[in-house]
Nanobody
């Protein structure tokens, strides 16, 4: 049973920084794609940052240059460092992981690429 546990998040003023972490368990061998998504109230889920099976990282235009994704393959852990936060970044953030053998997905920031999801952690940015 694959499980994802997100930590981090919280409240911060605009211009501040936060860090999110995700720990995955229940996997055995293979390559995986991992990502962070977010969902603001009244909006759909948006892909924020993703890393594919080769280690290539993709960012949405809205966070490029401000957010940094990193992965610990041995621990199946994913982190998201968020700097220069804006009120528009306020959302619930979700960690997502694919099935095994994900190498280079055609749409790394699409929900359909991922099969397992965490419960989410809230990020609130006040202006």
């Amino acid at each position: 049973q694959v499980q994802l546990v997100e930590t981090g998040g919280g409240s911060v003023q605009a211009g501040g920084s936060l860090s999110l972490s995700c720990a995955a368990s229940g996997y055995t061998g293979g390559t995986y794609c991992m990502a962070w998504f977010r969902q603001a109230p009244g909006k759909g889920r948006e892909g924020v940052a993703a890393i594919d099976g080769t280690g290539r990282i993709s960012y949405s235009d809205s966070v490029k240059g401000r957010f940094t994704l990193s992965r610990d393959i041995a621990k199946l852990a994913l982190s998201l460092q968020m700097n220069d936060l804006e009120s528009e970044d306020t959302a619930k953030y979700y960690c997502a992981v694919s099935n095994r053998w994900c190498v280079i997905p055609s749409r790394p920031l699409a929900e359909t690429t991922y099969n397992y999801w965490g419960q989410g952690t809230q990020v609130t940015v006040s202006s």
